[in-house]
């Protein structure tokens, strides 16, 4: 069974423009979680979706947005990107989202802001 | 607020030199604790998941084990290749949001 993808895998912006990032689960996930890591925050919950809505949601700025497919494939779009928000972003699926499901995740995309 | 602290940050053994990673938790009803390992430039690698204390469960060379405010991650004889950023992880109490400890980067020399 294939793993989690996500597109693209390195992404380079300015500041100011905005970003979007595709994230495929595994076949027959229908949650899909979005985290950002950084070297000094660790790994931090960006939002959940199930469904095609979003279940959970994480304390970033409006900026940081997403959504989901009836496929359950998700995208996430950052808008007005600053340097800060360079970063590893990688999703993660479940089967359901309910209850202590394991989360797989996908290799990551890692944007860099200049 | 659910809490999670790893140590040591860093751990740095001989081949073949056994030793265990710590993970701390403070949460207000467990739901699983998730043991994870992490390549650099990569994804977390999920690993196990132990749900209850007294749990263990054991993969090659290591094992996990759990207690109720602390979970261990036991590497047996390590290898170079188990060389990696070792993470756990529990679920908020009403969803699936998972918080992170910080880590423990595991380096084996030969």
């Known amino acids: 069974k294939a793993g989690v993808t996500q597109t693209p895998r390195y992404l380079i912006k300015t500041r100011g423009q905005q970003v979007t990032l595709s994230c495929s689960p595994i076949?027959?996930?229908?949650?899909v979680s979005w985290y950002q890591q950084t070297p000094g925050q660790g790994l931090q919950f960006l939002f959940e979706?199930?469904?095609?809505?979003?279940?959970n949601k994480g304390n970033f700025p409006g900026r940081f947005s997403g959504r989901q497919f009836s496929n359950s494939r998700s995208e996430m779009n950052v808008s007005t990107l600053e340097l800060g928000d360079s970063a590893l972003y990688l999703c993660?699926?479940?089967?359901?989202?309910?209850?202590?499901?394991?989360?797989?995740f996908g290799p990551g995309t890692r944007l860099t802001v200049t | 607020e659910d809490q999670v602290t790893q140590s040591p940050e860093a751990l740095r053994l001989q081949e073949g030199e056994s030793s265990s990673l710590n993970c701390s938790y403070t949460?207000?009803?467990?739901?699983?604790l998730f043991w994870y390992r992490q390549d650099p430039g990569k994804g977390p690698e999920f690993l196990f998941t132990?749900?209850?204390a007294g749990e263990e469960k054991e993969k090659e060379r290591l094992k996990a084990t759990l207690t109720k405010k602390e979970s261990f991650l036991h590497i047996t004889a390590p290898k170079p290749e188990d060389s990696a950023t070792y993470l756990c992880a529990v679920p908020e109490t009403s969803g699936s949001r998972l918080t992170f400890g910080e880590g423990t980067q595991l380096t084996v020399n030969p």
């Open positions: 979706y199930f469904s095609e809505t979003q279940r």
């Open positions: 076949s027959g996930h229908r949650s």
């Open positions: 949460v207000s009803g467990l739901r699983g």
């Open positions: 993660a699926s479940s089967l359901s989202g309910q209850g202590a499901r394991e989360q797989y």
């Open positions: 132990l749900y209850s």
